[in-house]
T-cell receptor, first 114, second 115 residues
Framework: GAVVSQHPSWVICKSGTSVKIECRSL??????MFWYRQFPKQSLMLMAT?????????EQGVEKDKFLINHASLTLSTLTVTSAHPEDSSFYIC??????????FGPGTRLTVT | GDSVTQMEGPVTLSEEAFLTINCTYT??????LFWYVQYPGEGLQLLLK?????DKGSNKGFEATYRKETTSFHLEKGSVQVSDSAVYFC??????????????FGKGTLLTVNP
């Protein structure tokens, strides 16, 4: 079946530094990937749609200069949180579309900014 | 815009109890409907789906029927187990342009099953 991986699974960084999170489709190609943010005990909020070969599409209210997305290949999308602050601490989840409008989700990356 | 409203939790049940988690939606078109499950510390896994009205999705003893007339997709299981303890998300998928479909999620319902 379709598998999406994320790396790292958790990361702790200092305020002001940047962190890169990778999302890979392991056994299929994905021209599109989605990045979500999940706050504790809350639902997933779509941040942006990552498009291979073109710019990402950001949802309203998401700072594109803070959350840099690069869809480097048909199996890899990266999310870089620049100049991270404690309020950026969250669970970040990526997904890739599959058949019948389904999405395959990665296991998530827990970011803690100290 | 599209939205999903699901029963707020937390829901606490004893093992072998009957489970219902209500989910209703609003959408401008004809969405596909999903239930995703998130176990502690993990990402989301697809539990079941239905792509058109009157379809019934089922998996691992869970069922949900796509009811267009009531715009609902309630999740049910006849006999829950401790291992079913997780957060359950109802979601809809609609076309967002090109070949892309966006998922809109409900807020999630935390289920705890006690032995």
């Amino acid at each position: 079946g379709a598998v999406v991986s994320q790396h790292p699974s958790w990361v702790i960084c200092k305020s002001g530094t940047s962190v890169k999170i990778e999302c890979r489709s392991l056994d299929f190609q994905a021209t599109t990937m989605f990045w979500y943010r999940q706050f504790p005990k809350q639902s997933l909020m779509l941040m942006a749609t990552s498009n291979e070969g073109s710019k990402a599409t950001y949802e309203q209210g998401v700072e594109k200069d803070k959350f840099l997305i690069n869809h480097a290949s048909l199996t890899l999308s990266t999310l870089t949180v620049t100049s991270a602050h404690p309020e950026d601490s969250s669970f970040y989840i990526c997904s890739a579309p599959g058949d019948a409008n389904e999405q395959y989700f990665g296991p998530g990356t827990r970011l803690t900014v100290t | 815009g599209d939205s999903v409203t699901q029963m707020e939790g937390p829901v606490t049940l004893s093992e072998e109890a009957f489970l219902t988690i209500n989910c209703t939606y609003t959408a401008t078109g004809y969405p596909s409907l999903f239930w995703y499950v998130q176990y502690p510390g993990e990402g989301l896994q697809l539990l079941l789906k239905a792509t058109k009205a009157d379809d019934k999705g089922s998996n691992k003893g869970f069922e949900a029927t796509y009811r267009k007339e009531t715009t609902s997709f309630h999740l049910e299981k006849g006999s829950v187990q401790v291992s079913d303890s997780a957060v359950y998300f109802c979601a809809l998928s609609e076309w967002s342009g090109g070949s892309n479909y966006k998922l809109t999620f409900g807020k999630g319902t935390l289920l705890t099953v006690n032995p």
